[in-house]
């Protein structure tokens, strides 16, 4: 029941911004904490950010000082900011995030989006 649904990603310039969105829908109770991962064409997924709720932020170190992750609670959606766009950036970008649902408010269980194409291109 519960779905993370990405959006926001395409083709882009180098030096480019997007924002990519991450609304999260269904039988939630509470979202702790989201995060953004990425996956080039024959690579291993990274981590690129996670936000925690009460907004403390880690990055890693490729996309420190370009790329900005926030949430707004209220709309259950997590956002990665992303400027400065390098070509090195190009990959499916996914959405992760612990919550806990309805149904088992006492514990937290973790779920992922379907992902977003991110192509960084002259």
């Known amino acids: 029941q519960v779905q993370l649904v990405e959006s926001g990603g395409g083709l882009i310039q180098p030096g480019g911004s997007l924002r990519l969105s991450c609304a999260a829908s269904g039988n939630i109770f509470s979202i702790n904490t989201m995060g953004w991962y990425r996956q080039a064409l024959g690579k291993q997924r990274e981590l690129v950010a996670t936000i925690t709720p009460g907004c403390t932020t880690t990055y890693t170190d490729s996309v420190k000082g370009r790329f900005t992750i926030s949430r707004d609670d209220a709309k259950n959606t997590v956002y990665l900011q992303m400027n400065s766009l390098k070509p090195e950036d190009s990959a499916v970008y996914y959405c992760?995030?612990?919550?806990?649902?309805?149904?088992?408010?006492?514990?937290?269980?973790?779920?992922w989006g379907q992902g977003t194409q991110v192509t960084v291109s002259s």
């Open positions: 992760n995030a612990d919550l806990r649902t309805v149904q088992y408010r006492w514990r937290t269980s973790n779920y």
